[in-house]
């Protein structure tokens, strides 16, 4: 397993913006899937946006419109890239990566083999 390394949350008002990097990405699966996840409290933790290795990207219904997920393969970096934040995004931030080139919002958790400890986002009105 790799210890991934979220970085960029913050306390912002809403309608404002923040970018998200996720480090330590290594690609040893051949096909993968990098995924960011986010779990308020006393909520489960939900998949927003999710990037196949063939550069197929996906969105929660939530996340489509105001997010866009990006990876740079040259620093091994996953980026989250939100706008237009609302207070319902207040959550913490995990990016995660796994196996296998089946990627969606939706993909078992525990298929994933890579985590990051989380950043936190939290949104003002």
């Known amino acids: 397993q790799v210890q991934l390394v979220e970085s960029g949350g913050g306390s912002v008002q809403a309608g404002g913006s923040l970018r998200l990097s996720c480090a330590g990405l290594r690609n040893i699966y051949g096909s993968y899937c990098v995924t960011w996840f986010r779990q308020a409290p006393g909520k489960e933790r939900e998949g927003v946006a999710s990037?196949?290795?063939?550069?197929?990207?996906s969105y929660t219904d939530s996340a489509k419109g105001r997010f866009a997920i990006s990876l740079d393969n040259n620093k091994n970096t996953l980026y989250l890239q939100m706008n237009s934040l609302k207070p319902e995004d207040t959550a913490r931030y995990y990016c995660a990566a796994g196996p296998g080139r089946y990627c969606t919002t939706t993909r078992a958790q525990n298929t994933y083999n890579d985590w990051g400890q989380g950043t936190q986002v939290t949104v003002s009105s």
């Open positions: 990037f196949s290795d063939d550069a197929v990207t």
